[in-house]
C-alpha cells in the first residue's frame, strides 16, 4: 500500500508532550527517584500477559513492519518478506537469506526463563546471520578491531568503551537508543529476580542492576538517539493487543535519568509532562489541538503502522484553527508533535 501523504500548512497551538499511556498509568510512581521509582514503576508493568514463545512469528508483521510490509529489522538493511524468509531451522549461513526472532537482552543471560524468554519489549525480527554473529555479546561499541559488518553497520569486533574489554556487538547508531530503552525495561520489569541474571552488563544487584560502565554507555544511547515513531507505535501496539504491559522509558525518557541519575538530573525541560487539549476526541472531520508552548512546531498525524497521513509544518503558537482530517478513515491515529526540544505523541480517534 502506498503512504498517503496530505501536506497541509495549518496554524494551531500545540502542546508538547511525553506519555502515551492512559491517564493513571504511572500515578504510584509520581514523585518517586532511584531505585524508589524503579520498583514503582516495576509493580506497574510486571503483570503482564506472557505470550507463547511461537506466536511471535505473528505478531510481528504488526509490531515490526516498515511502510512497505517488509520486516523491519534493525540488524541489516535486508527485505525480508514475513512469512516467506521466515527462519525454518536450517539455512541463513549468510546474510539476507532469512530472518529470525531475536532475544536483544541474550535468553543465556536468564537461562531460558519464563516470561522473559517471550517479552516482546527485547525481542525483536532480526536477520538469522547476523543474530548468529551477535550471539550473546553485550552491546557495547567497537573499536578498529572489527571482525564483523552487517549490510546497516552493525559491528562484532573489541570494545572501545572504557571500563569493558572484549569481543561486543554495536548496533548501528540509528537504533541504539531502542536497545537502551529494552535494557532500561528489562532490568525494570524483572526488578524481583535481576540478581540472578548472568551477563557482564550487569552487576548482581536489583539496584542499580548494572554496572557503571554498562549504565553510563546506555544512558549516552538513550540520550544520543530519542525516542522514534516505530517505538511509540510498537509500545502501544504491545500493550493494547498484546502484553497489557508497557515501556516505561519510551512513554517518559527522563524515567532513565531520575532512576539512575537523579541527583544530576536537569528534567523536566525537555520531556515536560504538560497536558494537551485535542477536541473534540473522539472526532470526525475537524479537530482543534491547544496548548500553551511557544515557538514554531511540526505535527504529523500517523496510522498504528507508523506510516505518516498527514503532515503540518511551520505551525506558530498561539492559534487554535481546527485541522481537516476528513480524508482519514474511521480508525485510530497517532498525532506527533516535533519541536526543536524534542517530540510527542498523542492519540486521536476518528468516529463517524
Request: proline share 5%; glycine share 6%.
Amino acid at each position: 500500500m502506498k503512504k498517503i501523504v496530505l501536506t497541509l500548512l495549518l496554524s494551531l497551538t500545540i502542546l508538547f508532550v511525553i506519555a502515551q499511556a492512559p491517564s493513571g498509568y504511572y500515578s504510584a510512581a509520581d514523585g518517586k527517584n532511584g531505585e524508589e521509582l524503579m520498583e514503582a514503576l516495576h509493580l506497574i508493568i510486571k503483570d503482564h500477559t506472557a505470550l507463547d514463545y511461537a506466536a511471535l512469528w505473528a505478531v510481528f508483521p504488526i509490531t515490526d513492519v516498515n511502510e512497505d510490509g517488509t520486516v523491519l529489522d534493525m540488524y541489516s538493511s535486508c527485505e525480508f518478506t514475513f512469512g516467506e524468509d521466515q527462519d525454518g531451522g536450517s539455512g541463513g549461513s549468510t546474510e539476507c537469506e532469512l530472518y529470525n526472532r531475536e532475544h536483544s537482552f541474550p535468553q543465556s543471560w536468564f537461562n531460558k526463563k519464563s516470561p522473559m524468554v517471550s517479552d516482546l519489549f527485547h525481542i525483536y525480527p532480526v536477520d538469522k546471520k547476523v543474530n548468529s554473529v551477535r550471539d550473546n555479546y553485550p552491546f557495547v561499541q567497537v573499536g578498529e578491531n572489527v571482525t564483523y559488518t552487517s549490510t546497516n553497520n552493525c559491528k562484532l569486533g573489541t570494545s572501545s568503551y572504557s571500563g569493558y574489554t572484549g569481543v561486543v556487538f554495536e548496533p548501528t547508531d540509528e537504533y541504539k537508543g531502542d536497545f537502551a530503552r529494552t535494557y532500561f525495561y528489562m532490568v525494570t520489569r524483572y526488578y524481583d529476580v535481576v540478581e540472578g541474571f548472568n551477563t557482564p552488563m550487569l552487576d548482581k544487584t536489583k539496584f542499580p542492576a548494572f554496572t557503571e560502565w554498562a549504565l553510563n554507555l546506555l544512558l549516552e544511547w538513550h540520550e544520543q538517539d530519542p525516542v522514534s515513531e516505530k517505538e511509540i507505535v510498537r509500545n502501544n501496539l504491545i500493550y493494547d493487543d498484546y502484553q497489557h504491559n508497557r515501556n516505561p522509558f519510551i512513554d517518559n525518557p527522563n524515567y532513565a535519568k531520575d532512576i539512575w541519575d537523579y541527583t544530576n538530573s536537569t528534567a523536566p525541560s525537555l520531556f515536560a509532562a504538560q497536558r494537551i487539549t485535542v477536541s473534540p476526541n473522539p472526532a470526525q472531520n475537524m479537530v482543534k489541538v491547544e496548548t500553551n508552548l511557544s515557538g514554531n512546531t511540526t505535527l504529523s498525524i500517523y496510522n498504528l503502522l507508523g506510516n505518516r497521513l498527514i503532515r503540518y509544518e511551520n505551525i506558530p503558537a498561539h492559534d487554535t484553527n481546527p485541522i481537516n482530517i476528513s480524508a482519514l478513515p474511521n480508525g485510530v491515529y497517532l498525532i506527533s508533535v516535533e519541536t526543536i526540544g524534542g517530540k510527542a505523541i498523542t492519540r486521536l480517534v476518528v468516529n463517524r
